[in-house]
């Protein structure tokens, strides 16, 4: 069992720093048009989705773990709410080339091959469409030692800085680049009720899990003033745009 298996036993529907009252926030900022399609990449089991589709938005969301999906498609049949679920790695995502308005994503893009990640993120988006992405961020002193635990554990494939991602993002071909939330500690967030988290009970004194939890908070103890978060956008070049540069 790896941390994205405890995860979808726990049935944790907002692992990322801020919990989903910082998604609700996040997406609050945004004023999304009425009726866009988005797609959010790595949905866990389908809280920020089916809340978008609640909404009232055309929603599409993708997830690689069976476990996590399974609960995403319960919970959607229980708020009574249309999303469509796939299972694919945000690596190799299994839709058109230009097909979706925004592409919504909460801390996947770390555990992936970034720049195989963003060349997808950029190709099933529409000519100025919008990507909005909440990652860890480096905001200390990082060490051979550090980086190799922290992929051990958690399986991070990247963890750079804020300047970084944007030269990244840049690179990779989005324009209009910027930072909509930025914090050099990765923060706390208390008890976040969730009425349809769906929990393996059986799991709760499975000793793996309470061995992985000890280890985690070790990690957090001695790495968290390193370790801090970004939120980033950026758009898709309009046609327009493309044919000016």
């Known amino acids: 069992m790896d941390y994205h298996d405890l995860l979808a036993r726990l049935g944790e529907g907002s692992a990322h720093p801020g919990g989903f009252s910082a998604t609700l926030q996040l997406l609050d900022s945004l004023s999304l048009p009425a009726g866009v399609h988005v797609l959010e990449i790595g949905c866990g089991t389908g809280r920020t989705a089916c809340y978008l589709a609640r909404q009232g938005y055309n929603v599409t969301a993708v997830d690689l773990h069976r476990h996590m999906l399974d609960k995403a498609v319960r919970r959607a049949r229980k708020e009574r709410v249309d999303v469509r679920f796939i299972q694919a790695d945000a690596t190799a995502l299994p839709l058109p080339d230009h097909h979706v308005d925004v592409v ?15 060349a997808e993120y950029r190709r099933v988006l529409k000519p100025g469409g919008l990507l909005v992405d909440r990652e ?13 635990r922290l992929k051990r554990f958690y399986g991070i494939r990247t963890l750079a800085t804020v300047s970084a991602w944007k030269k990244r993002l840049r690179g990779c071909g989005f324009s209009k680049v910027e930072v909509k939330e930025q914090s050099r500690t990765m923060g706390k967030w208390g008890v976040d009720h969730d009425p349809l988290r769906e929990m393996d009970m059986n799991w709760i004194e499975d000793k793996n899990i309470q061995r992985m939890s000890r280890t985690n908070d070790r990690l957090l103890l001695r790495y968290g003033k390193r370790l801090g978060y970004a939120v980033f956008a950026a758009r898709v070049p309009t046609e327009a745009e493309a044919g000016t540069n």
């Open 104 to 118: 919504f994503i909460e801390s996947v893009t770390i555990f992936t091959s970034w720049r195989r990640a963003l």
């Open 136 to 148: 860890m961020v480096l905001s200390g002193r990082k060490t051979e030692l550090m980086s190799r």
